[in-house]
């Protein structure tokens, strides 16, 4: 079972965005069902390496094309992003010292962060963007 299943309620109405947040959800999935077979710091290294690029990737187009539409938000949504990386990097440093970091709080919070974030201020961000003609 996934942690997190991707349905509409998540979807932002831009088909891009929406594209890379089921890739962004999928890797997550892919780290809790590591996890749940006990191979999780076995693959943890590779998948938070994963996630850690696509997270900067998806979060830089993102903000792209905010700013190119003058977001109004803009700022505060960049805050969120930077705390999420930050979080992902210190997670990252953490397996690379050895520290055994891939629990249930992890997931949770991950699974926690992902669908909020969706489904708060991605959502705005969709609104605001499908009124500027973009799907």
């Not at 992003?81 to 891939?102: P, Y």
Request: zero cysteines; proline letters at 1%; glycine letters at 6%.
């Amino acid at each position: 079972m996934a942690l997190i299943t991707w349905s509409d309620s998540l979807s932002v109405k831009v088909k891009q965005f929406d594209d890379q947040h089921k890739k962004l959800v999928d890797l997550v999935n892919q780290l809790f069902d590591a996890m749940k077979t006990g191979k999780g710091n076995q693959v943890m290294g590779d998948i938070l390496k994963q996630l850690t690029a696509y997270t900067q990737t998806h979060f830089a187009a993102e903000e792209r094309l905010l700013k190119q539409h003058a977001y109004p938000e803009l700022s505060a949504h960049q805050k969120e992003h930077s705390a999420l990386v930050t979080q992902v990097l210190d997670l990252q440093k953490q397996f690379q010292e050895g520290k055994a970091v891939l629990t249930q709080n992890v997931m949770t919070f991950l699974r926690d962060w992902l669908s909020k974030h969706i489904q708060g201020d991605d959502k705005k961000y969709g609104e605001f963007l499908n009124g500027k003609g973009i799907k």
